[in-house]
């Protein structure tokens, strides 16, 4: 989006929100707000109603509102008014009432903070930002404006550092997906890669677990990052972990977690292969690939395997050379709960993640400096991490960490019995 764009959005902003549906909007956030205060304090009032002060009366009573404040939202401007109390003690601290739903000095709701690393990616200038936001929010988002997104900007570049020395002394990953995600940066600097890292905790949760800057993806690079986890407590690795074939973090993974089963990303795989097909053969070959990794038993997924190569390696031995040389890698998923194998034989938490830093660089080049990139894209994970989607199966974690070994996706002693 250029300043063009913003100029076009800012001349359509007034018209958008004379929509009277967006005002309607505006008016029912403003009274259901209302309500859950007026029930926040009420429920505050009854907490506290068995006190009384020297008088013999109520010690809390209410006293008023605080003076009316505005609430950027993803629909616009909100003013709001919070109530207060009026706490009678003449002795002691005391009592305040606090609105979990508008704390003090709320300004801007979370839906909006997270698009302004999701505009900046997209290649606004912290000096167009008042602009944009107020063709998206309103004529009122001057909240928003340029010395705001960049006290932002620095307290998320300082919530990265800080998250960046967390201790991991009490975490435990069954999985890891890996990759590494190749940005634009200024002119006078080399393309940037990102190296990102996400688990799956013991309770099936997905979570962010290390995004660094890295040189490529060099084993060198990958290296660093997986002994930075450990030096800071993680001291046992995933029992398998689902990456590209092309990664210098498999290296890395082998020297410094030596347990960890390896899980080749069928999504890249896939993409390698038909790269070395004609067009004509891709669609065909796309179907015969995919009756691999969909077979319901790993006997079954080698005898789809041996077709694939039977037909294509005269022809295309440069496709068949590329799915043979992780052949067992590609199929490890067999031996774990058939209820993760959607989870374990892609990397998608990273790829659908990643899609928009990708999108957004690409399309603006020189705009950022490394440092930038890695914050906002911190940022972005951080957001998109309140959607990543839970194991299926999460019972079975357990049993992974146990090391027992599933055969065919089915639990052994489910097979014996």
Same mark, same amino acid.
């Given at each position: 989006?250029?300043?063009?764009?913003?100029?076009?959005?800012?001349?359509?902003?007034? #018209? /958008?929100?004379?929509? $009277?549906?967006?005002?309607? %909007?505006?008016?029912?956030?403003?009274?259901? !707000?209302? +309500?859950?205060?007026?029930?926040?304090?009420?429920?505050?009032?009854?907490?506290?109603?068995?006190?009384?002060?020297?008088?013999?009366?109520?010690?809390?009573?209410?006293?008023?509102?605080?003076?009316?404040?505005?609430?950027?939202?993803?629909?616009?401007?909100?003013?709001?008014?919070?109530?207060?109390?009026?706490?009678?003690?003449?002795?002691?601290?005391?009592?305040?009432?606090?609105?979990?739903?508008?704390?003090?000095?709320?300004?801007?709701?979370?839906?909006?903070?997270?698009?302004?690393?999701?505009?900046?990616?997209?290649?606004?200038?912290?000096?167009?930002?008042?602009?944009?936001? #107020? /063709?998206?929010?309103? $004529?009122?988002?001057?909240? %928003?404006?340029?010395?705001?997104?960049?006290? !932002?900007? +620095?307290?998320?570049?300082?919530?990265?550092?800080?998250?960046?020395?967390?201790?991991?002394?009490?975490?435990?990953?069954?999985?890891?997906?890996?990759?590494?995600?190749?940005?634009?940066?200024?002119?006078?600097?080399?393309?940037?890669?990102?190296?990102?890292?996400?688990?799956?905790?013991?309770?099936?949760?997905?979570?962010?677990?290390?995004?660094?800057?890295?040189?490529?993806?060099?084993?060198?690079?990958?290296?660093?990052?997986?002994?930075?986890?450990?030096?800071?407590?993680?001291?046992?690795?995933?029992?398998?972990?689902?990456?590209?074939?092309?990664?210098?973090?498999?290296?890395?993974?082998?020297?410094?977690?030596?347990?960890?089963?390896?899980?080749?990303?069928?999504?890249?795989?896939?993409?390698?292969?038909?790269?070395?097909?004609?067009?004509?053969?891709?669609?065909?070959?796309?179907?015969?690939?995919?009756?691999?990794?969909?077979?319901?038993?790993?006997?079954?997924?080698?005898?789809?395997?041996?077709?694939?190569?039977?037909?294509?390696?005269?022809?295309?031995?440069?496709?068949?050379?590329?799915?043979?040389?992780?052949?067992?890698?590609?199929?490890?998923?067999?031996?774990?709960?058939?209820?993760?194998?959607?989870?374990?034989?892609?990397?998608?938490?990273?790829?659908?993640?990643?899609?928009?830093?990708?999108?957004?660089?690409?399309?603006?080049?020189?705009?950022?400096?490394?440092?930038?990139?890695?914050?906002?894209?911190?940022?972005?994970?951080?957001?998109?991490?309140?959607?990543?989607?839970?194991?299926?199966?999460?019972?079975?974690?357990?049993?992974?960490?146990?090391?027992?070994?599933?055969?065919?996706?089915?639990?052994?002693?489910?097979?014996?019995?």
């Amino acid at each position: 989006m250029d300043k063009n764009n913003v100029l076009s959005l800012k001349k359509h902003q007034a #018209a /958008a929100f004379e929509d $009277p549906l967006t005002e309607l %909007l505006r008016a029912g956030a403003r009274q259901l !707000l209302a +309500q859950a205060v007026e029930t926040e304090i009420a429920a505050f009032i009854e907490q506290h109603e068995h006190l009384i002060d020297a008088e013999g009366r109520r010690r809390i009573v209410r006293n008023g509102y605080l003076p009316e404040r505005s609430v950027q939202t993803g629909i616009g401007s909100v003013e709001v008014k919070v109530p207060r109390v009026h706490d009678r003690s003449a002795e002691g601290p005391r009592l305040r009432f606090h609105s979990n739903l508008l704390p003090p000095y709320l300004r801007k709701s979370r839906s909006v903070e997270a698009v302004i690393p999701w505009l900046y990616l997209k290649g606004i200038s912290t000096g167009d930002f008042s602009d944009a936001l #107020a /063709a998206l929010l309103g $004529p009122n988002a001057a909240g %928003l404006s340029q010395p705001t997104v960049s006290r !932002l900007k +620095q307290v998320w570049s300082e919530e990265y550092a800080h998250w960046q020395q967390r201790d991991l002394r009490a975490r435990e990953y069954v999985y890891f997906w890996a990759d590494g995600i190749y940005c634009n940066v200024r002119h006078d600097q080399e393309k940037q890669c990102i190296l990102v890292i996400v688990g799956a905790t013991k309770e099936g949760r997905k979570e962010l677990v290390a995004i660094s800057d890295g040189y490529r993806e060099s084993a060198a690079s990958w290296r660093e990052v997986l002994l930075d986890l450990k030096q800071r407590g993680l001291a046992r690795g995933p029992s398998v972990a689902v990456g590209d074939g092309a990664l210098g973090f498999w290296k890395a993974l082998h020297e410094v977690f030596g347990s960890c089963k390896q899980q080749r990303c069928w999504v890249h795989k896939t993409a390698n292969v038909l790269n070395s097909l004609p067009k004509s053969q891709q669609t065909r070959a796309k179907e015969r690939l995919q009756e691999i990794w969909m077979a319901e038993t790993k006997d079954a997924a080698k005898q789809a395997y041996a077709n694939f190569v039977e037909i294509y390696a005269a022809k295309y031995p440069k496709a068949t050379a590329c799915l043979v040389k992780d052949r067992d890698e590609l199929m490890t998923f067999y031996d774990f709960p058939a209820e993760h194998w959607g989870h374990l034989r892609t990397t998608n938490p990273i790829e659908s993640t990643f899609a928009t830093v990708r999108l957004r660089t690409a399309k603006v080049r020189g705009c950022f400096s490394r440092e930038t990139v890695l914050t906002m894209a911190f940022r972005l994970c951080q957001e998109a991490e309140k959607k990543w989607r839970r194991l299926n199966g999460s019972e079975h974690v357990a049993n992974v960490l146990a090391g027992i070994v599933y055969i065919d996706g089915i639990h052994p002693d489910r097979i014996a019995a």
